[in-house]
C-alpha cells in the first residue's frame, strides 16, 4: 500500500470504523484492522470519509470584494448594482489574487468539483474569464471546475456583451456551457436567444440551444413563443 487512513467512518456503515488502504493512486481495500504497512498513514480519528464535496455555484471573480462595495440601502441588498459600481476596479492581478485565495479555501474544506458562475460584459470584458480559467488549469490536481459565462449587466440592453459570449464560447468556456440569464427585458432574451444557432454557427461555434424558465411559463422552440410575463427568468444554456 502508498497510502492507509485508519479508524474511518463510512456513510452507509456510520457505527464502525474501517481503515482504507490506497494503491497507484486508487483505493485498493476497504476493511477493519487492516494488516498492512504503507510509507504514509494517518488516523481519521472516527471521522466520516466521503467523495469530494460539489460546488455548484460560485463566483470566484467577484468574491471578497465587501470592503470596496457600499452599505446595503435600507432592506433591499442591491447586490448586482453595488458589484457593477466596482467592476472597474477588477484588474487582471486583482481578481487572480482574489479568486485563488477562496479556491484555495474551497479545496482545503473539501470541494473537489465546483461550477463556477463568470460574469461577462462591457465593464468586465473576459477578465474574469481569463482568471478563473488560468486557476483551473493551475488547480487540476485537485478540483474540476466547469465554467459558466453569463451576462449579469444583461443580454440585451447592455450593447457589446453579445460579442464578449461569442468569444467566451470560442474559448472554451468550461468546454460546455455558456449561460445568459434576462430580467426584465426576457422577452428580448428570448428572441435572441431562440435565434442564437445562426450566429453560434457563423462565429465558428458548436452546440445546441436549450431555453429554461423560471415561474411556470413554458417557451415553444420558435421564435413565435408567445409573451413572458414581466420579470420573468430566463435561462438560455448553449451546450458544446
Same mark, same amino acid.
Not at 500500500?1 to 497507484?24: C, E
Not at 470541494?111 to 487540476?140: C, F, S
Not at 453560434?200 to 411559463?217: A, N, S
Given at each position: 500500500?502508498?497510502?492507509? $487512513?485508519?479508524?474511518?467512518?463510512?456513510?452507509?456503515? @456510520?457505527?464502525?470504523?474501517?481503515?482504507?488502504?490506497?494503491?497507484?493512486?486508487?483505493?485498493?481495500?476497504?476493511?477493519?484492522? $487492516?494488516?498492512?504497512?504503507? @510509507?504514509?498513514?494517518?488516523?481519521?480519528?472516527?471521522?466520516?470519509?466521503?467523495?469530494?464535496?460539489?460546488?455548484?455555484?460560485?463566483?470566484?471573480?467577484?468574491?471578497?470584494?465587501?470592503? +470596496?462595495?457600499?452599505?446595503?440601502?435600507? +432592506?433591499?441588498?442591491?447586490?448586482?448594482?453595488?458589484? #457593477?459600481?466596482?467592476?472597474?476596479?477588477?484588474?487582471?492581478?486583482?481578481?487572480?489574487?482574489?479568486? +485563488?485565495?477562496?479556491?484555495?479555501?474551497?479545496?482545503?474544506?473539501?470541494?473537489?468539483?465546483?461550477?463556477?458562475?463568470?460574469?461577462?460584459? @462591457?465593464?468586465?470584458?473576459?477578465?474574469?474569464?481569463?482568471?478563473?480559467?488560468?486557476?483551473?488549469?493551475?488547480?487540476?490536481?485537485?478540483?474540476?471546475?466547469?465554467?459558466?459565462?453569463?451576462?449579469?449587466?444583461?443580454?440585451?440592453? #447592455?450593447?457589446?456583451?453579445?460579442?464578449?459570449?461569442?468569444?467566451?464560447?470560442?474559448?472554451?468556456?468550461?468546454? +460546455?456551457?455558456?449561460?445568459?440569464?434576462?430580467?426584465?427585458?426576457?422577452?428580448?432574451?428570448?428572441?435572441?436567444?431562440?435565434?442564437?444557432?445562426? @450566429?453560434?454557427?457563423?462565429?465558428?461555434?458548436?452546440?445546441? $440551444?436549450?431555453?429554461?424558465?423560471?415561474?411556470?411559463?413554458?417557451?415553444?422552440?420558435? #421564435?413565435?413563443?408567445?409573451?413572458?410575463?414581466?420579470?420573468?427568468?430566463?435561462?438560455?444554456?448553449?451546450?458544446?
Amino acid at each position: 500500500m502508498d497510502l492507509i $487512513l485508519r479508524n474511518a467512518r463510512l456513510a452507509h456503515a @456510520p457505527h464502525k470504523t474501517v481503515d482504507i488502504g490506497v494503491k497507484s493512486g486508487k483505493i485498493a481495500v476497504i476493511r477493519p484492522n $487492516l494488516v498492512a504497512d504503507a @510509507p504514509e498513514s494517518h488516523d481519521a480519528q472516527g471521522c466520516l470519509v466521503c467523495a469530494g464535496l460539489c460546488e455548484t455555484h460560485i463566483h470566484l471573480e467577484k468574491s471578497r470584494i465587501i470592503d +470596496r462595495c457600499a452599505p446595503e440601502q435600507g +432592506r433591499n441588498p442591491m447586490a448586482m448594482q453595488r458589484v #457593477s459600481a466596482v467592476k472597474h476596479s477588477f484588474t487582471p492581478e486583482d481578481i487572480l489574487a482574489r479568486a +485563488r485565495q477562496t479556491l484555495e479555501r474551497c479545496i482545503e474544506n473539501g470541494a473537489t468539483r465546483m461550477r463556477a458562475h463568470v460574469e461577462v460584459d @462591457p465593464l468586465i470584458g473576459l477578465r474574469g474569464l481569463d482568471a478563473v480559467q488560468h486557476l483551473a488549469r493551475d488547480y487540476a490536481w485537485a478540483i474540476d471546475i466547469e465554467i459558466c459565462v453569463f451576462p449579469q449587466e444583461g443580454l440585451t440592453n #447592455s450593447p457589446g456583451t453579445e460579442p464578449l459570449l461569442l468569444e467566451a464560447l470560442r474559448r472554451g468556456a468550461g468546454g +460546455r456551457v455558456v449561460q445568459a440569464l434576462g430580467l426584465g427585458n426576457a422577452l428580448q432574451a428570448l428572441q435572441l436567444a431562440l435565434c442564437m444557432h445562426q @450566429p453560434l454557427g457563423q462565429q465558428g461555434v458548436r452546440g445546441r $440551444l436549450k431555453v429554461g424558465v423560471q415561474g411556470g411559463w413554458a417557451a415553444s422552440g420558435s #421564435s413565435k413563443a408567445s409573451v413572458p410575463p414581466k420579470g420573468l427568468l430566463v435561462v438560455l444554456r448553449v451546450v458544446l
